[in-house]
């Protein structure tokens, strides 16, 4: 069993912002899980048959030589993703989602509110159709406020003050379970390399006012031109316009998108990445419904007395967006900007890779 990640592997997780480890999780371990998915059974996000698949296998020793200690799971994203054809429904940029490049692909940064987007075309001024968004939550029309959380449970602001729009945490773990080795499967794509221009662009809102993600500087929250006037800007233009070129595909009216990389694994293989990098479910036009488990890990020292449960993406917040009691001088909030700017600050066994790169991901206050 691999107990750490190669220095290749190091390499390669810093330069693409993820890793493939092949045959992380023991063949036992996959079909039990599965078992349990087919059986369907009580709270499968909570079911130690889908914990065990990071906290009995490798990926615990890998993450702890590369990144430090983490909460052992106690829950996950159980993503079983149908079979489906392109749908004829607006996705959550207001498209519709047959309409978009590379099986629907939709890349973005984890840890953003999501209302679920109108099905009718929006009417009204933009200032319009954003309040009877915000307020189309499961809590109903608060204003703007950060008491509003998404139908995913995710706050629209960490904080009480508004600056910081989104949830934040060290690592991602997608496990396979099923064969998906063809594109097309429902496999998570990634936007390859683009974590770097993601941490390039909260270092840049943090140093215009210290609001970072949504709704800070050059990342409004919902795009008007789309097609439903009503779309979630996933990726912010200054970023989105850096993955994409002549070849790039479009939707119809003429927008092009960046091409994300299908990652293809076995049962048994776990994708590690880094918060930052950009990603999407994709559209499974294969057999058989996809099977990912899917983690969320954050290095216990950005808060050594908070417990991450593994599936939350807002760990500042409660799991639906409570609010949380910090030791004085203890700013969570902060602490999380600071390690957005600063991707590799949790990633403790990552210093000499990131060493090579230069002083370009040098920390900094």
């Known amino acids: 069993m691999q107990k750490a990640l190669t220095l290749e592997q190091k390499r390669a997780l810093y330069r693409d912002g993820y890793v493939i480890v092949r045959n992380a999780v023991p063949e036992h371990l996959v079909a039990a899980a ?8 009580g709270l499968l996000s909570k079911a130690p048959e889908m914990t065990d698949l990071v906290n009995r296998s490798s990926v615990t020793p890998i993450l702890h030589e590369a990144m430090g200690q983490f909460d052992a799971p106690i829950a996950c994203q159980v993503g079983v993703r149908p079979v489906s054809e392109p749908g004829d429904h607006f996705n959550n940029l207001g498209y519709r989602e047959r309409d978009m490049p590379y099986y629907a692909a939709e890349p973005h940064v984890d840890g953003s509110m999501t209302i679920r987007i109108p099905q009718q075309v929006q009417e009204g001024t933009p200032d319009e159709i954003y309040r009877r968004y915000i307020g189309s939550g499961p809590k109903g029309n608060l204003g703007r406020s950060p008491d509003i959380i998404g139908h995913n449970m995710v706050p629209m602001f960490e904080d009480p003050d508004m ?6 945490f060290t690592a991602f773990v997608f496990v396979c379970l099923n064969d998906q080795t063809v594109p097309g499967r429902g496999q998570t794509a990634l936007l390859k390399g683009a974590h770097h221009a993601v941490e390039r662009f909260f270092r840049w809102q ?25 779309g979630l800007i996933y990726l912010p233009e200054a970023v989105r316009e850096q993955f994409v070129d002549e070849d790039s595909e479009s939707t119809p009216d003429g927008r092009r998108w960046p091409r994300p990389t299908q990652i293809l694994m076995e049962p048994g293989d776990a994708c590690i990445t880094i918060y930052q990098i950009p990603h999407s479910g994709t ?7 996809r099977q990912s488990i899917i983690f969320r890990l954050r290095n216990k020292k950005r808060q050594p007395h908070v417990l991450v449960n593994g599936i939350s993406d807002h760990p500042d917040r409660g799991q639906r967006g409570e609010w949380l009691t910090f030791d004085k001088g203890n700013d969570p909030w902060q602490r999380s900007k600071y390690a957005m700017c600063n991707m590799w600050h949790e990633w403790d066994g990552m210093g000499e890779v990131v060493a090579e790169a230069g002083p370009k991901h040098a920390r900094v206050n």
């Open 34 to 41: 599965k078992r349990r998915i087919d059986a369907g059974e």
């Open 163 to 168: 600056t910081l729009g989104l949830g934040s």
């Open 206 to 230: 943090r140093d215009v006012n210290n609001h970072l993600g949504v709704e800070g500087p050059g990342w409004p929250r919902l795009d008007h031109t789309v097609p439903n006037r009503c």
């Open 283 to 289: 559209r499974n036009e294969g057999t058989e419904p």
